[in-house]
């Protein structure tokens, strides 16, 4: 009987080992894909800061990674989700175009561009956190959770509040999350119209010379979360695309730093890092 006992629990025992692996199998199955990774070693461009790099070529379909953990970890947009909220406000036609104004309520804020009245172009432009935070307002958290969701965007938690959910609060997502989001954004895939995608491809355009444009937006988190512009940033972010020689090249960076770190870990930060590693690898 106990000898019964010992070959049944060995025989559970294999099963189960066997059940595990043969999960574990399809699960990396489901992993592959055709598109090829290559990590690189940037670290010497990452001093200080938990970083990660991600490129994607889109005509070698191969993307560069730098820190592939890091590449995944979901982190708050801040203002680099402001491609996507300008998108939605198009969309639910809260903005007519790229010239909707709103007014300045006379709030003396320290970033001197953002003290008079704003349109979508120049609130991208100057990455005006009021305009956004009244944009997110008019449309509503019914019709902004709808559209987070039909894009997929990140963990698509906008509990943080209507006016805040992507400052350094619940809405988060990876570098490589972001890069897929302006593959998609680019290829016309997103639940928006072409008229409307090509308006916000138009005001996040940043340079364009020697015959390479360079779109991109850049986002800052800090704390406490109202992101007050004084306030140390703890969360950098730049995000974009290059298109050069009938090539597009996606890329998404973001850095984090503590509050007791010497160094800032902003928007600026990190677009200075991404422009260093794309100028020393020429694609700009």
């Given at each position: ?5 010992m ?5 559970l025992?294999?099963?189960v080992?066997t059940i595990g ?39 070698k379909?191969?993307y560069?990674?730098f ?5 995944q970890?979901?982190?708050p ?8 909220n300008s ?8 903005l007519?175009?790229?010239n909707?104004s709103f ?10 561009s953002?003290?008079k009245d ?11 956190v009021?305009?956004?935070q009244?944009l997110?307002?008019?449309?509503g ?9 039909k ?10 509040g209507?006016?805040k ?5 619940s ?28 308006i ?19 986002g800052?988190?800090?704390k ?7 306030s140390k ?6 995000v ?14 973001n850095?984090?730093a503590?509050e007791?770190?010497?160094?800032s870990?902003g928007g ?7 422009l260093?590693i794309?100028k ?5």
């Amino acid at each position: 009987m106990i000898r019964k006992i010992m070959l049944t629990f060995l025989f559970l025992t294999f099963l189960v080992a066997t059940i595990g692996c043969s999960s574990a199998t399809d699960t990396s199955k489901e992993m592959n894909s055709t598109e090829k990774v290559l990590n690189e070693d940037l670290s010497k461009y990452f001093t200080g800061y938990e970083g990660s790099f991600v490129l994607f070529d889109k005509n070698k379909n191969e993307y560069t990674i730098f820190n592939q953990s890091k590449s995944q970890k979901q982190v708050p947009p801040c203002s680099t989700f402001k491609i996507i909220n300008s998108l939605i406000g198009l969309e639910t036609k809260v903005l007519e175009d790229e010239n909707t104004s709103f007014k300045w309520d006379g709030t003396d804020y320290s970033i001197e561009s953002w003290n008079k009245d704003q349109t979508l172009k120049s609130a991208v432009s100057n990455s005006v956190v009021w305009y956004f935070q009244i944009l997110a307002s008019k449309i509503g958290e019914d019709k902004m959770q709808d559209y987070i969701n039909k894009v997929n965007y990140g963990n698509k938690d906008i509990s943080g509040g209507i006016t805040k959910f992507w400052l350094q609060s619940s809405l988060k997502i990876s570098p490589i999350e972001q890069v897929d989001i302006l593959r998609k954004f680019y290829d016309y895939q997103l639940p928006f119209s072409k008229r409307n995608i090509d308006i916000v491809k138009d005001v996040i355009v940043l340079t364009t010379e020697n015959g390479i444009k360079l779109s991109g937006k850049t986002g800052s988190g800090s704390k406490p979360e109202n992101n007050a512009p004084e306030s140390k940033y703890i969360n950098g972010w730049f995000v974009g695309y290059i298109e050069k020689n009938e090539d597009v090249y996606f890329f998404a960076t973001n850095i984090e730093a503590n509050e007791t770190a010497e160094k800032s870990a902003g928007g600026q930060e990190a677009k200075e890092i991404t422009l260093k590693i794309l100028k020393d690898k020429n694609y700009l």
